[in-house]
């Protein structure tokens, strides 16, 4: 089997943006009605599987819809109208996101059964509808679900699941057990929804639902206990990016500063020193199966951080993309068997091809993880659900290279990027770190951790060293600003729990890492 070594490309977040979109295009079933997949595996039989109309079409207009507002991609409207349809599809017998229980095809079938840890991704359709489409029809059920959820949802006594029953028609599925896992994921979406469209009732049920989550879960320790929280690892990370989201919008400090102790604490139950996370935090769980959109998760959190004027975690939301994400990619496709396919079932057709540019759950070291995990798992997949989690964390990455406020440009993350305001060319793509402004304005360089000694061009002024940053006044226009540091090569043992692997970094970017005798990994091995 081929090894899958991480290169030039897994610099580009645009890219890796460009290749995610182009996988959630194709993630249809023509057999069901055009309804999107959600199951993905390439080992031991690679297929894409199971329609789920109430989760995958949330998860993919988000990150699509977000792609194209922040990279002006062009996207294929086909596959927006089949998402959106779905999403529809799903709301069609009552206010909320149902799926169909069952296996189906031609699109039959009626969506009875609701998980409310579906609630998120149903109003991340609603969203990313109506902010970027403009849909009336999206604001109107947004509006009608939020009411429903608070006819039948009540914070100290749970849904009224007989009531839904009696009086929807929905069959109540008990599936997760922690309210961290269950309607607290909606946290996020609803504040998407308010910042897009002003409706008050999505605010206040976002704040009734972070206030269950702090008086329950998120405690001023940050500490994580899986009977509170639940295993299923990535409702804990996105419930946590959500409530930075709510704080980021009140201006909310003292919620902000509950954020930062979890992510102090607590997340290091779940995560390594590359942003690589856990996918179940089962106690008995000892293989390294992670999860990209926990890791996106941690990421967009990072950046709320950064934001808020601490640097030290836009430094590790740059470690977490080029240590981790953008090299966890599925790019190279050459080791995925299409399978017999007789029958001519669509799941089964071009898989490998569908797949590239997806996202699912990797070790820190490769796309396969040394052990089995459980045996009713594939030991590769690459869920499609997951592929718009991280796809849609990565455009929040690309927004936050450089970002321009009324005290002037911030350069965060060292990737090469241009806006009509500025050029930079990182120093992992080119001899040095240059920066060339295209329009006036004082500027504010993000200086790594690692960095030593900086040598800077005089032409630029004296800059002021503060919190992080390399502050320029008034530096010239239209003239390359070169910043001198050198990238070093370190070694370092990343853990989790007993686990340890080794790691050679250059920057924050790695080099070569330990990796088992695996193949399918991301970079050049590391003996120990």
Not at 200 to 214: I, R, S, T, V, Y
Not at 347 to 365: H, I, K, N, W
């Amino acid at each position: 089997m081929p090894t899958q070594l991480a290169d030039i490309n897994t610099t580009d977040i645009a890219d890796a943006i460009r290749l995610g979109c182009r996988c959630m295009s194709l993630a249809f079933n023509s057999q069901d009605g055009d309804m999107p997949y959600g199951g993905a595996k390439v080992r031991p039989v690679a297929e894409l599987s199971g329609s789920f109309e109430s989760h995958i079409p949330g998860r993919h207009l988000n990150a699509l819809l977000n792609a194209e507002d922040a990279l002006g991609l062009a996207l294929d409207e086909n596959a927006i109208d089949k998402h959106a349809r779905a999403a529809f599809f799903s709301y069609s017998q009552a206010p909320l996101p149902l799926h169909r229980v069952g296996q189906h095809r031609d699109g039959a079938g009626i969506p009875s059964e609701l998980s409310d840890h579906d609630l998120r991704e149903g109003f991340h359709a609603l969203y990313a509808l109506a902010k970027y489409r403009d849909s009336d029809r999206a604001r109107q059920l947004a509006a009608q679900s939020i009411e429903t959820i608070n006819t039948y949802w009540l914070p100290d006594e749970a849904w009224q699941t007989e009531r839904i029953g009696r009086e929807l028609g929905v069959a109540f599925q008990q599936g997760y057990g922690t309210f961290i896992q269950r309607p607290a994921r909606a946290i996020g979406p609803l504040v998407k929804h308010y910042r897009a469209t002003g409706y008050g009732p999505a605010l206040q049920l976002a704040l009734a639902l972070a206030d269950k989550a702090l008086r329950e879960c998120f405690r001023p320790d940050g500490a994580f206990a899986n009977d509170l929280f639940g295993t299923h690892a990535h409702s804990t990370t996105c419930v946590m990016s959500s409530l930075a989201q709510l704080a980021d919008l009140l201006q909310d400090t003292p919620l902000m500063a509950r954020v930062k102790s979890f992510y102090d604490n607590g997340l290091w139950a779940l995560r390594d020193q590359i942003g690589w996370s856990i996918e179940v935090s089962d106690p008995a769980t000892n293989c390294l199966r992670g999860e990209s959109n926990n890791s996106g998760d941690i990421l967009e959190t990072a950046l709320i951080l950064g934001r808020w004027g601490h640097a030290e975690y836009y430094a590790d939301a740059e470690r977490i993309l080029r240590g981790h994400l953008l090299p966890s990619q599925l790019r190279d496709v050459s080791f995925i068997i299409e399978p017999d396919n007789r029958e001519n079932i669509d799941g089964r057709s071009d898989v490998a091809d569908r797949l590239r540019g997806a996202f699912g759950f990797p070790a820190p070291y490769g796309h396969e993880p040394v052990g089995i995990w459980q045996s009713d798992k594939p030991r590769i997949g690459f869920n499609l659900d997951i592929v718009g989690g991280t796809v849609a964390s990565l455009c929040e990455a690309y927004r936050e290279i450089a970002r321009s406020d009324e005290s002037g440009i911030w350069v965060n993350l060292l990737f090469d990027h241009q806006t009509d305001a500025i050029e930079i060319q990182s120093p992992y793509t080119h001899p040095q770190w240059a920066v060339r402004l295209k329009k006036p304005a004082a500027l504010h360089l993000r200086l790594p951790p690692w960095a030593g000694t900086v040598d800077i061009d005089e032409a630029a002024g004296a800059p002021i060293f503060a919190n992080g940053y390399l502050h320029f006044a008034a530096p010239p226009v239209n003239r390359w600003l070169h910043i001198g540091c050198e990238l070093p090569v370190r070694e370092e043992t990343l853990t989790w729990r007993n686990q340890s692997v080794r790691a050679r970094f250059r920057g924050d970017a790695i080099t070569a890492m330990q990796n088992f005798d695996q193949d399918l990994t991301f970079f050049d091995p590391l003996y120990p």
